[in-house]
Protein backbone atom coordinates (compact mmCIF):
# COMPACT_ATOMS: atom_id res chain seq x y z
CA UNK A 1 0.00 0.00 0.00
CA UNK A 2 1.01 3.86 -0.67
CA UNK A 3 -0.06 7.18 -0.11
CA UNK A 4 -0.74 7.24 -4.07
CA UNK A 5 -3.67 4.24 -3.16
CA UNK A 6 -4.66 5.81 -0.61
CA UNK A 7 -7.63 9.23 -1.63
CA UNK A 8 -6.73 12.23 1.28
CA UNK A 9 -9.66 11.76 2.52
CA UNK A 10 -9.26 7.69 2.92
CA UNK A 11 -6.33 9.00 4.59
CA UNK A 12 -8.10 10.48 7.48
CA UNK A 13 -10.03 7.44 7.77
CA UNK A 14 -6.73 5.19 8.03
CA UNK A 15 -5.48 8.21 10.55
CA UNK A 16 -8.70 7.46 12.89
CA UNK A 17 -8.73 3.78 12.71
CA UNK A 18 -5.23 3.73 13.92
CA UNK A 19 -5.17 6.00 16.53
CA UNK A 20 -8.27 4.11 17.70
CA UNK A 21 -6.60 1.04 18.19
CA UNK A 22 -3.31 2.55 19.55
CA UNK A 23 -5.61 4.03 22.41
CA UNK A 24 -7.85 1.38 22.84
CA UNK A 25 -5.37 -1.26 23.38
CA UNK A 26 -3.31 1.53 25.83
CA UNK A 27 -6.57 2.48 28.02
CA UNK A 28 -7.31 -1.41 28.45
CA UNK A 29 -3.97 -1.81 29.94
CA UNK A 30 -4.23 1.25 31.83
CA UNK A 31 -7.43 1.25 33.01
CA UNK A 32 -6.99 -2.43 34.38
CA UNK A 33 -5.42 -1.36 38.06
CA UNK A 34 -8.46 0.33 39.13
CA UNK A 35 -10.84 -2.83 38.31
CA UNK A 36 -8.26 -4.83 40.08
CA UNK A 37 -10.13 -4.88 43.84
CA UNK A 38 -13.49 -5.41 42.41
CA UNK A 39 -12.69 -8.56 40.71
CA UNK A 40 -10.44 -9.62 43.60
CA UNK A 41 -13.89 -9.83 45.62
CA UNK A 42 -16.28 -10.86 42.94
CA UNK A 43 -13.62 -14.02 42.10
CA UNK A 44 -12.24 -14.44 45.72
CA UNK A 45 -8.88 -14.08 44.95
CA UNK A 46 -6.14 -12.45 46.93
CA UNK A 47 -4.59 -9.24 46.00
CA UNK A 48 -1.41 -11.35 44.91
CA UNK A 49 -3.21 -13.35 42.76
CA UNK A 50 -5.33 -10.56 41.23
CA UNK A 51 -2.09 -8.78 39.75
CA UNK A 52 -1.82 -11.57 37.03
CA UNK A 53 -5.34 -9.53 35.17
CA UNK A 54 -2.38 -7.09 34.28
CA UNK A 55 0.53 -9.28 33.75
CA UNK A 56 -1.08 -11.96 31.49
CA UNK A 57 -1.94 -9.38 29.06
CA UNK A 58 1.28 -7.98 29.51
CA UNK A 59 3.21 -10.87 28.73
CA UNK A 60 1.96 -11.88 25.37
CA UNK A 61 1.94 -8.32 24.48
CA UNK A 62 5.68 -8.08 24.99
CA UNK A 63 6.61 -11.29 23.88
CA UNK A 64 4.70 -11.68 20.65
CA UNK A 65 5.12 -7.69 19.25
CA UNK A 66 8.21 -8.30 17.22
CA UNK A 67 6.28 -11.47 15.48
CA UNK A 68 3.23 -9.46 14.84
CA UNK A 69 5.56 -7.37 12.86
CA UNK A 70 7.02 -10.15 11.10
CA UNK A 71 3.79 -11.64 10.34
CA UNK A 72 2.82 -8.34 8.76
CA UNK A 73 5.63 -7.92 6.90
CA UNK A 74 5.09 -11.48 5.11
CA UNK A 75 1.32 -11.92 5.21
CA UNK A 76 0.02 -8.26 4.94
CA UNK A 77 -0.22 -5.30 7.25
CA UNK A 78 -4.37 -5.61 6.64
CA UNK A 79 -4.70 -9.29 7.20
CA UNK A 80 -2.88 -9.14 10.32
CA UNK A 81 -4.03 -6.19 11.98
CA UNK A 82 -7.58 -7.07 10.79
CA UNK A 83 -7.23 -11.05 12.37
CA UNK A 84 -5.26 -8.91 15.86
CA UNK A 85 -9.12 -7.00 15.85
CA UNK A 86 -11.01 -9.75 16.12
CA UNK A 87 -8.58 -11.86 18.17
CA UNK A 88 -8.62 -8.92 20.55
CA UNK A 89 -12.81 -8.24 20.09
CA UNK A 90 -13.53 -11.95 21.23
CA UNK A 91 -11.06 -11.62 24.32
CA UNK A 92 -12.78 -8.64 25.19
CA UNK A 93 -16.03 -10.26 24.72
CA UNK A 94 -15.08 -13.32 26.91
CA UNK A 95 -13.37 -11.49 29.76
CA UNK A 96 -16.27 -9.28 29.92
CA UNK A 97 -18.31 -12.10 30.54
CA UNK A 98 -16.02 -14.66 32.37
CA UNK A 99 -17.68 -17.12 34.82
CA UNK A 100 -14.66 -17.66 36.59
CA UNK A 101 -10.76 -16.28 37.46
CA UNK A 102 -9.26 -18.80 35.37
CA UNK A 103 -11.65 -17.88 32.06
CA UNK A 104 -10.54 -14.14 32.71
CA UNK A 105 -7.17 -14.65 32.60
CA UNK A 106 -7.53 -16.81 29.35
CA UNK A 107 -8.74 -13.87 27.96
CA UNK A 108 -6.34 -11.30 29.08
CA UNK A 109 -3.63 -13.77 27.72
CA UNK A 110 -5.98 -13.81 24.67
CA UNK A 111 -6.06 -10.17 24.34
CA UNK A 112 -2.55 -9.16 24.77
CA UNK A 113 -1.81 -11.62 21.74
CA UNK A 114 -3.98 -9.60 19.75
CA UNK A 115 -3.03 -6.38 20.46
CA UNK A 116 0.53 -7.82 19.38
CA UNK A 117 -0.48 -8.41 15.89
CA UNK A 118 -2.07 -5.42 15.96
CA UNK A 119 -0.03 -2.53 16.71
CA UNK A 120 2.96 -3.42 14.98
CA UNK A 121 0.59 -2.55 11.86
CA UNK A 122 -0.71 0.24 13.21
CA UNK A 123 2.40 2.70 12.44
CA UNK A 124 3.36 0.83 9.34
CA UNK A 125 -0.05 1.45 7.38
CA UNK A 126 -0.51 4.55 8.45
CA UNK A 127 3.24 5.51 6.97
CA UNK A 128 2.30 4.34 3.52
CA UNK A 129 -0.86 5.93 3.49
CA UNK A 130 0.87 9.60 3.75
CA UNK A 131 3.32 11.11 1.31
CA UNK A 132 6.67 11.25 3.18
CA UNK A 133 6.33 15.68 4.07
CA UNK A 134 3.61 14.49 5.81
CA UNK A 135 4.01 11.09 7.01
CA UNK A 136 5.81 12.77 10.71
CA UNK A 137 2.51 14.75 11.65
CA UNK A 138 0.30 12.03 11.10
CA UNK A 139 2.96 9.64 13.31
CA UNK A 140 2.96 12.39 15.73
CA UNK A 141 -0.63 13.24 15.54
CA UNK A 142 -2.06 8.97 16.30
CA UNK A 143 0.88 9.14 18.86
CA UNK A 144 -0.18 12.39 20.79
CA UNK A 145 -3.78 11.17 20.90
CA UNK A 146 -3.00 8.01 21.70
CA UNK A 147 -0.91 8.92 24.68
CA UNK A 148 -3.18 11.45 25.93
CA UNK A 149 -6.18 8.65 25.93
CA UNK A 150 -3.97 6.28 27.26
CA UNK A 151 -2.74 8.68 30.19
CA UNK A 152 -7.19 8.97 31.18
CA UNK A 153 -7.07 5.29 31.60
CA UNK A 154 -6.67 5.07 34.90
CA UNK A 155 -9.85 7.80 35.33
CA UNK A 156 -11.86 5.85 32.92
CA UNK A 157 -10.79 2.36 34.85
CA UNK A 158 -12.25 4.17 38.31
CA UNK A 159 -15.21 5.65 36.92
CA UNK A 160 -16.06 2.53 35.06
CA UNK A 161 -15.64 0.33 37.60
CA UNK A 162 -17.18 2.95 40.33
CA UNK A 163 -20.39 3.49 38.18
CA UNK A 164 -21.18 0.09 36.58
CA UNK A 165 -18.54 -2.47 36.95
CA UNK A 166 -15.40 -4.29 36.54
CA UNK A 167 -17.10 -6.18 33.37
CA UNK A 168 -17.52 -2.66 31.77
CA UNK A 169 -13.60 -1.71 31.01
CA UNK A 170 -12.60 -4.76 29.24
CA UNK A 171 -16.76 -4.34 27.40
CA UNK A 172 -16.11 -1.42 26.28
CA UNK A 173 -13.94 -1.82 23.71
CA UNK A 174 -16.39 -3.64 21.34
CA UNK A 175 -18.14 -0.74 20.67
CA UNK A 176 -14.71 0.93 19.59
CA UNK A 177 -13.05 -2.34 17.73
CA UNK A 178 -16.26 -2.05 15.35
CA UNK A 179 -16.20 1.47 14.56
CA UNK A 180 -12.25 0.28 14.18
CA UNK A 181 -13.05 -3.04 11.99
CA UNK A 182 -15.84 -0.75 9.47
CA UNK A 183 -12.83 2.35 9.19
CA UNK A 184 -9.91 -0.10 8.43
CA UNK A 185 -11.78 -1.99 5.75
CA UNK A 186 -13.69 1.32 4.42
CA UNK A 187 -10.20 2.93 3.92
CA UNK A 188 -7.31 0.55 3.59
CA UNK A 189 -6.29 -0.97 0.86
CA UNK A 190 -6.19 -4.72 0.75
CA UNK A 191 -2.76 -5.97 0.57
CA UNK A 192 -0.92 -7.45 -1.95
CA UNK A 193 0.77 -10.89 -2.71
CA UNK A 194 1.70 -12.71 0.41
CA UNK A 195 5.61 -13.22 0.94
CA UNK A 196 7.36 -16.56 1.13
CA UNK A 197 9.53 -16.37 3.70
CA UNK A 198 10.05 -18.29 7.51
CA UNK A 199 9.03 -16.78 10.71
CA UNK A 200 11.30 -17.42 13.55
CA UNK A 201 8.78 -19.24 15.48
CA UNK A 202 11.46 -21.17 18.13
CA UNK A 203 12.91 -17.54 18.82
CA UNK A 204 9.52 -16.21 19.58
CA UNK A 205 8.66 -19.03 22.19
CA UNK A 206 12.37 -18.64 23.98
CA UNK A 207 11.54 -15.05 23.97
CA UNK A 208 8.19 -15.68 25.74
CA UNK A 209 9.85 -18.30 28.36
CA UNK A 210 11.93 -15.20 29.27
CA UNK A 211 9.99 -13.02 30.19
CA UNK A 212 7.00 -15.87 31.87
CA UNK A 213 9.85 -17.42 33.78
CA UNK A 214 11.32 -13.93 34.96
CA UNK A 215 7.93 -12.46 35.83
CA UNK A 216 6.41 -16.02 37.36
CA UNK A 217 9.59 -16.10 39.79
CA UNK A 218 9.58 -12.86 41.23
CA UNK A 219 5.83 -12.93 41.64
CA UNK A 220 6.28 -15.94 43.98
CA UNK A 221 8.93 -14.57 46.38
CA UNK A 222 5.88 -12.85 47.84
CA UNK A 223 4.46 -15.57 49.12
CA UNK A 224 7.23 -18.49 49.07
CA UNK A 225 10.48 -16.34 49.55
CA UNK A 226 13.51 -15.81 47.41
CA UNK A 227 14.76 -19.45 48.29
CA UNK A 228 11.58 -21.41 47.47
CA UNK A 229 11.96 -24.20 44.85
CA UNK A 230 9.76 -23.10 42.42
CA UNK A 231 11.13 -19.40 42.44
CA UNK A 232 14.97 -20.44 42.04
CA UNK A 233 13.74 -23.23 39.10
CA UNK A 234 11.62 -20.30 37.46
CA UNK A 235 14.79 -17.50 37.49
CA UNK A 236 17.17 -20.42 36.09
CA UNK A 237 14.73 -21.47 33.27
CA UNK A 238 14.49 -17.76 32.57
CA UNK A 239 18.29 -16.90 32.60
CA UNK A 240 18.39 -20.14 29.91
CA UNK A 241 16.10 -19.22 27.89
CA UNK A 242 18.12 -16.08 27.15
CA UNK A 243 21.29 -17.63 26.89
CA UNK A 244 19.43 -19.46 24.18
CA UNK A 245 17.98 -16.81 22.48
CA UNK A 246 20.62 -14.80 21.79
CA UNK A 247 22.47 -17.56 20.41
CA UNK A 248 19.73 -18.50 18.21
CA UNK A 249 19.14 -15.00 16.97
CA UNK A 250 22.76 -14.42 16.14
CA UNK A 251 23.28 -17.88 14.17
CA UNK A 252 19.79 -18.54 12.59
CA UNK A 253 19.32 -17.19 8.98
CA UNK A 254 16.18 -14.88 9.18
CA UNK A 255 16.03 -13.67 13.19
CA UNK A 256 13.23 -12.59 14.88
CA UNK A 257 15.60 -9.74 16.58
CA UNK A 258 18.90 -8.57 14.55
CA UNK A 259 20.91 -7.97 17.63
CA UNK A 260 23.33 -6.27 15.61
CA UNK A 261 21.72 -2.96 16.13
CA UNK A 262 22.37 -3.26 20.11
CA UNK A 263 25.83 -3.50 18.72
CA UNK A 264 26.72 -1.40 16.04
CA UNK A 265 24.82 1.95 17.63
CA UNK A 266 25.69 3.08 21.45
CA UNK A 267 22.55 5.21 20.77
CA UNK A 268 20.20 2.35 20.25
CA UNK A 269 21.96 0.43 23.09
CA UNK A 270 21.02 3.46 25.19
CA UNK A 271 17.63 3.73 24.12
CA UNK A 272 16.76 0.37 24.95
CA UNK A 273 18.21 0.10 28.43
CA UNK A 274 16.26 3.57 28.72
CA UNK A 275 12.90 2.01 27.55
CA UNK A 276 13.23 -0.86 29.76
CA UNK A 277 13.74 1.22 33.09
CA UNK A 278 10.76 3.37 31.81
CA UNK A 279 8.47 0.42 31.33
CA UNK A 280 9.35 -0.85 34.67
CA UNK A 281 8.78 2.22 36.53
CA UNK A 282 5.56 3.22 34.52
CA UNK A 283 3.91 -0.21 34.66
CA UNK A 284 5.09 -1.29 38.74
CA UNK A 285 3.60 2.15 39.74
CA UNK A 286 0.95 1.81 37.74
CA UNK A 287 -0.30 -0.97 39.44
CA UNK A 288 0.74 0.47 42.95
CA UNK A 289 -0.35 4.31 43.40
CA UNK A 290 -3.82 3.00 43.18
CA UNK A 291 -3.39 0.93 46.11
CA UNK A 292 -1.61 3.09 48.15
CA UNK A 293 -5.04 6.05 47.18
CA UNK A 294 -7.44 3.87 48.02
CA UNK A 295 -6.36 2.15 50.73
CA UNK A 296 -3.89 4.79 52.66
CA UNK A 297 -5.48 7.80 51.40
CA UNK A 298 -8.96 6.13 51.66
CA UNK A 299 -10.14 7.24 48.28
CA UNK A 300 -12.97 5.28 46.57
CA UNK A 301 -11.96 3.90 42.98
CA UNK A 302 -13.18 6.90 40.96
CA UNK A 303 -12.01 9.28 43.25
CA UNK A 304 -8.37 7.91 43.04
CA UNK A 305 -8.63 7.66 39.36
CA UNK A 306 -9.09 11.50 39.12
CA UNK A 307 -6.58 12.26 41.47
CA UNK A 308 -3.71 10.04 39.33
CA UNK A 309 -4.57 13.05 36.96
CA UNK A 310 -1.96 15.12 38.36
CA UNK A 311 0.53 12.92 36.57
CA UNK A 312 -1.84 12.98 33.13
CA UNK A 313 -1.36 16.62 32.74
CA UNK A 314 2.20 17.40 32.93
CA UNK A 315 3.08 14.55 30.76
CA UNK A 316 0.17 16.11 27.83
CA UNK A 317 1.61 19.46 28.34
CA UNK A 318 5.72 18.71 28.40
CA UNK A 319 5.91 15.93 25.67
CA UNK A 320 5.59 18.75 22.42
CA UNK A 321 8.48 21.04 24.53
CA UNK A 322 10.39 17.75 24.86
CA UNK A 323 10.40 17.32 21.31
CA UNK A 324 11.24 20.62 20.25
CA UNK A 325 14.38 20.19 22.96
CA UNK A 326 15.02 16.95 21.27
CA UNK A 327 15.59 18.55 18.35
CA UNK A 328 18.15 21.30 19.09
CA UNK A 329 19.85 19.78 21.69
CA UNK A 330 20.24 15.38 21.12
CA UNK A 331 19.28 12.74 23.32
CA UNK A 332 21.41 12.93 25.69
CA UNK A 333 20.41 16.24 27.85
CA UNK A 334 16.58 15.49 28.01
CA UNK A 335 16.96 11.68 29.20
CA UNK A 336 19.53 12.56 32.21
CA UNK A 337 17.07 15.25 32.66
CA UNK A 338 13.74 12.87 32.48
CA UNK A 339 15.73 10.33 34.46
CA UNK A 340 16.88 12.56 37.39
CA UNK A 341 13.20 14.06 37.18
CA UNK A 342 12.39 10.54 37.98
CA UNK A 343 14.61 10.33 40.56
CA UNK A 344 13.43 12.89 42.40
CA UNK A 345 9.61 11.85 42.33
CA UNK A 346 10.90 8.89 43.70
CA UNK A 347 12.23 10.62 46.93
CA UNK A 348 9.26 12.81 47.01
CA UNK A 349 6.66 10.08 46.97
CA UNK A 350 8.91 7.83 49.49
CA UNK A 351 9.06 11.08 51.97
CA UNK A 352 5.28 12.17 51.46
CA UNK A 353 3.81 8.98 52.21
CA UNK A 354 3.73 8.26 55.60
CA UNK A 355 1.28 11.34 55.82
CA UNK A 356 -0.97 10.19 53.70
CA UNK A 357 -2.06 13.26 52.54
CA UNK A 358 -2.84 13.85 48.86
CA UNK A 359 -1.36 17.58 49.11
CA UNK A 360 2.18 16.39 50.01
CA UNK A 361 2.27 13.36 47.38
CA UNK A 362 0.88 16.05 45.05
CA UNK A 363 4.54 17.09 44.01
CA UNK A 364 6.07 13.79 43.18
CA UNK A 365 3.22 12.50 41.63
CA UNK A 366 3.45 15.87 39.55
CA UNK A 367 7.55 15.33 39.10
CA UNK A 368 6.98 11.86 38.57
CA UNK A 369 4.36 12.69 35.16
CA UNK A 370 7.14 15.46 33.81
CA UNK A 371 10.26 12.84 34.16
CA UNK A 372 8.32 9.81 32.89
CA UNK A 373 7.01 12.20 30.28
CA UNK A 374 10.44 13.55 29.30
CA UNK A 375 11.77 9.71 29.09
CA UNK A 376 9.33 8.59 26.85
CA UNK A 377 9.02 11.35 24.36
CA UNK A 378 12.90 11.25 23.84
CA UNK A 379 13.13 7.01 23.55
CA UNK A 380 12.35 6.62 20.39
CA UNK A 381 13.97 9.24 18.14
CA UNK A 382 17.29 8.84 19.73
CA UNK A 383 17.74 5.23 18.64
CA UNK A 384 15.68 5.68 15.40
CA UNK A 385 17.84 8.78 14.69
CA UNK A 386 20.71 6.24 14.63
CA UNK A 387 19.86 3.10 12.10
CA UNK A 388 19.21 2.85 8.76
CA UNK A 389 15.40 3.25 7.97
CA UNK A 390 15.39 -0.19 6.61
CA UNK A 391 15.93 -1.41 9.62
CA UNK A 392 13.39 1.16 11.93
CA UNK A 393 11.17 -2.42 12.09
CA UNK A 394 13.60 -4.58 13.87
CA UNK A 395 14.65 -1.26 16.19
CA UNK A 396 11.26 -0.38 17.46
CA UNK A 397 10.11 -3.89 17.97
CA UNK A 398 12.75 -4.21 20.19
CA UNK A 399 12.22 -0.78 22.26
CA UNK A 400 8.63 -2.55 22.17
CA UNK A 401 9.47 -5.47 23.64
CA UNK A 402 12.01 -3.78 26.08
CA UNK A 403 9.51 -1.18 27.51
CA UNK A 404 6.53 -3.98 27.84
CA UNK A 405 8.60 -6.72 29.16
CA UNK A 406 10.39 -4.36 31.24
CA UNK A 407 6.69 -3.53 32.51
CA UNK A 408 5.70 -6.95 33.11
CA UNK A 409 8.98 -6.89 35.14
CA UNK A 410 8.58 -4.14 37.39
CA UNK A 411 4.75 -5.28 38.30
CA UNK A 412 6.31 -8.38 40.14
CA UNK A 413 9.53 -6.56 40.88
CA UNK A 414 7.84 -3.45 42.78
CA UNK A 415 4.54 -5.51 43.87
CA UNK A 416 7.40 -7.90 45.50
CA UNK A 417 9.77 -5.20 47.21
CA UNK A 418 6.26 -3.83 48.97
CA UNK A 419 4.61 -6.72 49.82
CA UNK A 420 7.73 -8.44 51.38
CA UNK A 421 8.71 -4.78 53.54
CA UNK A 422 5.01 -4.63 54.75
CA UNK A 423 4.96 -8.18 56.26
CA UNK A 424 8.15 -7.36 57.89
CA UNK A 425 7.27 -4.33 58.80
CA UNK A 426 3.50 -5.29 60.46
CA UNK A 427 5.33 -7.79 63.13
CA UNK A 428 7.64 -5.19 63.94
CA UNK A 429 4.46 -2.66 64.36
CA UNK A 430 2.06 -5.12 66.44
CA UNK A 431 4.84 -5.71 68.67
CA UNK A 432 6.08 -2.28 69.71
CA UNK A 433 2.17 -1.45 69.93
CA UNK A 434 2.11 -4.38 72.38
CA UNK A 435 -0.80 -6.09 70.75
CA UNK A 436 -0.85 -10.10 70.54
CA UNK A 437 0.93 -11.30 67.61
CA UNK A 438 -1.60 -11.88 64.62
CA UNK A 439 -2.55 -15.69 64.39
CA UNK A 440 -3.34 -17.57 60.55
CA UNK A 441 -7.14 -16.70 61.10
CA UNK A 442 -7.05 -13.33 62.62
CA UNK A 443 -4.16 -12.71 60.13
CA UNK A 444 -6.31 -14.08 57.15
CA UNK A 445 -9.40 -12.04 58.61
CA UNK A 446 -7.26 -8.65 58.47
CA UNK A 447 -6.27 -9.58 54.98
CA UNK A 448 -9.81 -10.34 53.33
CA UNK A 449 -11.20 -6.99 54.81
CA UNK A 450 -8.15 -4.83 53.82
CA UNK A 451 -8.46 -6.21 50.37
CA UNK A 452 -12.39 -6.02 50.41
CA UNK A 453 -11.53 -1.92 51.27
CA UNK A 454 -9.65 -2.15 47.88
CA UNK A 455 -12.79 -1.71 46.35
CA UNK A 456 -14.78 0.63 48.48
CA UNK A 457 -12.18 2.64 50.41
CA UNK A 458 -11.03 1.93 53.57
CA UNK A 459 -13.86 2.30 56.03
CA UNK A 460 -13.20 1.75 59.45
CA UNK A 461 -17.04 0.90 60.42
CA UNK A 462 -17.41 -1.77 58.47
CA UNK A 463 -14.47 -3.94 60.43
CA UNK A 464 -15.14 -6.37 62.92
CA UNK A 465 -13.84 -5.09 66.10
CA UNK A 466 -11.04 -7.91 66.68
CA UNK A 467 -8.85 -6.65 63.51
CA UNK A 468 -9.47 -2.78 64.17
CA UNK A 469 -6.77 -2.39 66.95
CA UNK A 470 -4.54 -3.68 64.05
CA UNK A 471 -5.39 -1.26 61.40
CA UNK A 472 -2.82 1.28 62.22
CA UNK A 473 -0.09 -0.97 61.89
CA UNK A 474 -1.19 -2.55 58.93
CA UNK A 475 -1.03 1.13 57.60
CA UNK A 476 2.46 2.02 58.85
CA UNK A 477 3.45 -0.93 57.41
CA UNK A 478 2.25 -0.75 54.49
CA UNK A 479 3.53 2.96 55.00
CA UNK A 480 6.48 1.60 54.61
CA UNK A 481 6.35 -0.67 51.44
CA UNK A 482 5.13 2.05 49.31
CA UNK A 483 8.23 4.06 50.52
CA UNK A 484 10.69 0.73 49.34
CA UNK A 485 9.02 0.70 46.21
CA UNK A 486 9.16 4.54 45.84
CA UNK A 487 12.86 4.07 46.23
CA UNK A 488 12.76 1.40 44.07
CA UNK A 489 11.93 3.28 41.54
CA UNK A 490 14.61 6.32 42.59
CA UNK A 491 17.83 3.31 42.22
CA UNK A 492 16.41 2.40 38.54
CA UNK A 493 16.20 6.16 37.48
CA UNK A 494 19.80 6.66 38.86
CA UNK A 495 20.82 3.84 36.44
CA UNK A 496 19.44 5.52 33.71
CA UNK A 497 20.83 8.77 34.34
CA UNK A 498 23.98 6.97 34.04
CA UNK A 499 23.27 4.54 30.99
CA UNK A 500 22.23 7.71 29.17
CA UNK A 501 24.77 10.05 29.95
CA UNK A 502 27.32 7.35 28.81
CA UNK A 503 26.01 5.83 25.68
CA UNK A 504 23.84 8.15 24.27
CA UNK A 505 24.87 11.20 21.62
CA UNK A 506 24.03 13.71 19.53
CA UNK A 507 22.00 12.84 16.38
CA UNK A 508 23.52 13.11 13.38
CA UNK A 509 24.47 16.75 12.01
CA UNK A 510 22.38 17.88 9.41
CA UNK A 511 24.75 19.67 7.64
CA UNK A 512 27.30 16.21 7.56
CA UNK A 513 25.60 13.56 8.16
CA UNK A 514 27.91 12.68 11.22
CA UNK A 515 27.06 11.86 14.83
CA UNK A 516 28.97 12.79 17.98
CA UNK A 517 32.29 11.00 17.83
CA UNK A 518 31.27 8.66 15.59
CA UNK A 519 32.11 7.93 11.59
CA UNK A 520 28.87 6.96 9.21
CA UNK A 521 30.65 3.50 8.52
CA UNK A 522 30.42 3.00 12.59
CA UNK A 523 26.82 4.35 12.56
CA UNK A 524 25.75 2.52 9.78
CA UNK A 525 27.56 -0.56 9.70
CA UNK A 526 28.63 -2.64 6.29
CA UNK A 527 26.13 -1.09 3.92
CA UNK A 528 27.72 2.66 4.57
CA UNK A 529 30.55 3.42 2.33
CA UNK A 530 33.34 4.90 4.42
CA UNK A 531 33.32 8.84 4.14
CA UNK A 532 29.63 8.51 2.80
CA UNK A 533 27.31 11.77 3.76
CA UNK A 534 23.94 10.37 5.39
CA UNK A 535 21.06 12.95 4.50
CA UNK A 536 18.97 13.71 7.93
CA UNK A 537 15.21 12.94 8.24
CA UNK A 538 12.81 15.38 6.30
CA UNK A 539 10.19 16.06 9.76
CA UNK A 540 10.99 16.81 12.60
CA UNK A 541 12.79 13.99 14.19
CA UNK A 542 10.69 13.73 17.43
CA UNK A 543 7.31 13.51 15.79
CA UNK A 544 9.02 10.21 13.84
CA UNK A 545 8.40 7.95 16.41
CA UNK A 546 6.37 5.04 16.93
CA UNK A 547 3.73 4.68 19.18
CA UNK A 548 4.17 2.59 22.30
CA UNK A 549 2.28 1.17 25.52
CA UNK A 550 2.94 1.79 28.24
CA UNK A 551 0.37 1.67 31.34
CA UNK A 552 0.37 4.10 34.20
CA UNK A 553 1.18 7.27 32.14
CA UNK A 554 -0.05 6.47 28.57
CA UNK A 555 1.02 5.45 25.48
CA UNK A 556 0.25 3.07 22.79
CA UNK A 557 2.66 0.61 21.89
CA UNK A 558 3.91 -0.56 18.35
CA UNK A 559 6.13 -0.71 16.31
CA UNK A 560 7.48 1.01 13.13
CA UNK A 561 7.45 -1.99 10.62
CA UNK A 562 8.98 -0.97 6.79
CA UNK A 563 6.60 -0.46 4.16
Do not use: K
Not at 19 to 26: D, H, K, P, Q
Not at 230 to 237: F, G, H, N, R
Not at 418 to 427: I, K, P, Q
Amino acid sequence: MSSSTTPRAGRRTVLAAMTLANAMILVDQTAVPLALPDIAQDFGVSTLLVQWVLTASLLPLAGLLVLGGRLGDLLGRRRVFLLGAVVFAGASALGGAAPDFAVLLAARVCQGAGGALMLPATVAILSAAFDPHERGRALGAMGGIAATAGALGPTIGGVLTSASSWRAVLLINLPLLVVTLWATLRSVPPDGPRQRAGVDLPGAALLGLVLVGLVFGLAQTTTEGWTAPDVIVSLVIAVLAAVLFVRRERRVADPLLDLRLLGTSRDYRGATISQGLAGMAEMGLGLILPLALVLNLRMDPALAGLALLSTTVPMVAVAPLVGRWYDRTGGRPPLVTGFALLALSGVLLAAAMPTNAFAWLLPGLVVYGLGLAVVLTVNDPVGLDTVPERDHGQASGVSATAEQGGGAVGIALLYALLHLTYLSSLADQVEARGLPPLTPDSGSELRDALEAAEQTGLRIDTFDPRVVSYLDAAERASDHGYMVAFLAVTVLALVGVVTSALLVRRPPDPATGVAEAEAPEARWGEDAEPGAAVAAPTPPRHLVRPVRLPPSRGRGPGTVTRS
